[in-house]
């Protein structure tokens, strides 16, 4: 992981990306972490877009507010009562690195 005080990054800001493709890079302000530069997959990028999006959190607000933690049917009992075979959850497949197979 690459540590990169503001004030110092004088840098084209292509060169930290590249190097972000390797590891994260952490920018500070006088020592202390106020950001990081890494890359970001499309899955993730599609997480970033969505959650971040105003009327999704409004949604998402009046939703905790209408639906109370413990007022809704478990997951077991609804697939019960459809005759549902719980799933395997698919393990995410590892990335391989460049250059290997």
Request: overall charge positive.
């Amino acid at each position: 992981m690459m540590r990169v005080e503001l004030s110092g990054a004088t840098g084209p800001l292509s060169d930290y990306a590249r190097q972000a493709r390797r590891a994260p890079v952490v920018i500070t302000r006088r020592g202390k972490p106020v950001a990081i530069l890494r890359t970001l997959p499309e899955q993730d990028w599609e997480d970033l877009v969505v959650s971040s999006d105003p009327a999704f959190q409004e949604l998402m607000k009046r939703s905790l507010e209408r639906f109370k933690p413990g007022s809704g049917i478990p997951l077991d009992e609804i697939e019960r009562e459809f005759a549902v075979a719980p799933k395997n959850t698919p393990r995410r497949r590892r990335q391989r690195g460049r250059g290997t197979r």
